[in-house]
């Protein structure tokens, strides 16, 4: 004996329509923020004795679609990519296109020497390094007693 499980309306047989209303993808309150958190790359943030490391990954970008400019103390990372295929076959015509872009901006701390960022990308990961000034580099550890 096979069971027959009724969809959430009662119906055995849910409308084409139901099928589309019902994915929680479009009417969800969180769908926009969804799509929001699949555009911006996600940024892993290090710091050592001598400098900082912000990596960023950003797969399907070439070097030449990243723009880094620090001004007023504000790191900014940002990327666009455009790409445009035609398809000409004989009988018809296929146009894609796609455009990618974002943009992050971090505030530096005061210890970073803006005039020394580097950035390097290769294999989908934008690594950035940021040196700390001479005089935070040898800043010693100061133990405070508490009382």
Not at 73 to 82: H, Q
Not at 115 to 135: F, I, M, N, R, T
């Amino acid at each position: 004996m096979t069971l027959v499980k009724a969809n959430k309306n009662g119906d055995l047989f849910p409308s084409l329509m139901s099928d589309f209303f019902d994915t929680d993808r479009f009417l969800s309150p969180r769908w926009l923020e969804r799509e929001f958190e699949n555009t911006v790359p996600s940024v892993n943030i290090r710091e050592n004795g001598k400098e900082f490391f912000i990596d960023l990954a950003a797969p399907g970008f070439r070097k030449s679609d990243f723009q880094v400019t620090v001004e007023n103390n504000v790191l900014t990372i940002s990327a666009e990519r455009e790409e445009e295929k035609t398809d000409d076959k004989e009988h018809f015509t296929r146009k894609e296109f796609s455009y990618n872009s974002f943009s992050r901006s971090f505030t530096l701390p005061p210890s970073v020497n803006a005039e020394k960022v580097d950035a390097k990308y290769a294999d989908g990961l934008l690594k950035l390094s940021l040196p700390k000034k001479d005089e935070a580099k040898t800043l010693s550890k100061k133990e405070i007693k508490v009382v």
